[in-house]
């Protein structure tokens, strides 16, 4: 069983939909909780990180942590084109080790 | 932010040579960098954990005689792929962490080999 499971996808929606994106773990060592955008032939790009358990938001972005679930989700509210990408979740014991990262999920949002 | 920049962006090779991929931290000093391998359509596979003035430690399954890694400064570490193979064409990313960040774990931008 791998540490990070991802929901696979691919997911298709219409421009304006909210997108639901999950990831559970088994390590209840991971503190910190992460969101990358990855575009095709580009390294991911950091939407938002998490430490421990909670919500946070960042515009249209709101990832939340429920380390009592193990599980983890990203919404993008008001989904526009732009943000069709794929989306790997990431989680780590601290803040300078190495991540371990699920599969990602590919969203694509037309318009 | 930090930024990390990854050259070269992408490189073609013919199958037993070898080819070096430079990671920098332009503006932050990185002790550790990352080196991950993605295939297509799939996740990032960390080879390989840097650190400034020691040897890398590698995952297991990856050829430490095969990826060699140098990270000789607070700024650069290099991946070198030797003899390279058709099997090896993949697409290459390093990452560095900012430690004056509360999360600075970055990115390059990758670097796409294709060996022939």
């Known amino acids: 069983q791998k540490e990070v499971e991802q929901d696979p996808g691919p997911l298709s929606v219409p421009e304006g939909a909210i997108v639901s994106l999950n990831c559970t773990y088994s390590?209840?060592?991971?503190?910190?909780f992460m969101w990358y955008r990855q575009y095709s032939r580009k390294g991911p790009e950091l939407l938002m990180y998490?430490?421990?358990?909670g919500n946070k938001e960042d515009g249209r972005f709101t990832a939340q942590v429920d380390k009592s679930s193990k599980y983890i989700s990203l919404f993008i509210r008001d989904s526009q084109p732009s943000d069709s990408a794929t989306y790997l979740c990431?989680?780590?014991?601290?803040?300078?080790?190495?991540?371990?990262f699920g599969d990602g999920t590919t969203l694509t949002v037309k318009p | 932010g930090a930024v990390v920049s990854q050259h070269p962006s992408w490189v073609i090779c013919k199958s037993g040579t070898s080819v070096k991929i430079e990671c920098r931290s332009l503006?932050?000093?990185?002790?550790?960098m990352f080196w991950y391998r993605q295939f297509p359509k799939q996740s990032l596979m960390l080879m390989a954990t840097?650190?400034?003035?020691?040897?890398?430690?590698?995952e297991q399954g990856v050829e430490k005689d095969k990826f060699l890694i140098n990270h000789a400064s607070l700024t650069l570490s290099t991946l070198t792929v030797t003899s390279a193979h058709p099997e090896d064409s993949s697409f290459y990313i390093c990452?560095?962490?900012?430690?004056?960040?509360?999360?600075?774990?970055?990115f390059g931008s990758g670097t796409r080999l294709t060996v022939v």
């Open positions: 503006d932050f000093q990185a002790t550790t």
């Open positions: 990452s560095a962490i900012d430690k004056s960040e509360t999360y600075g774990y970055t």
């Open positions: 990431a989680m780590a014991r601290n803040n300078a080790g190495k991540s371990t």
């Open positions: 840097s650190n400034e003035g020691s040897k890398a430690t590698y």
């Open positions: 390590n209840s060592a991971f503190q910190y």
């Open positions: 998490t430490y421990s358990s």
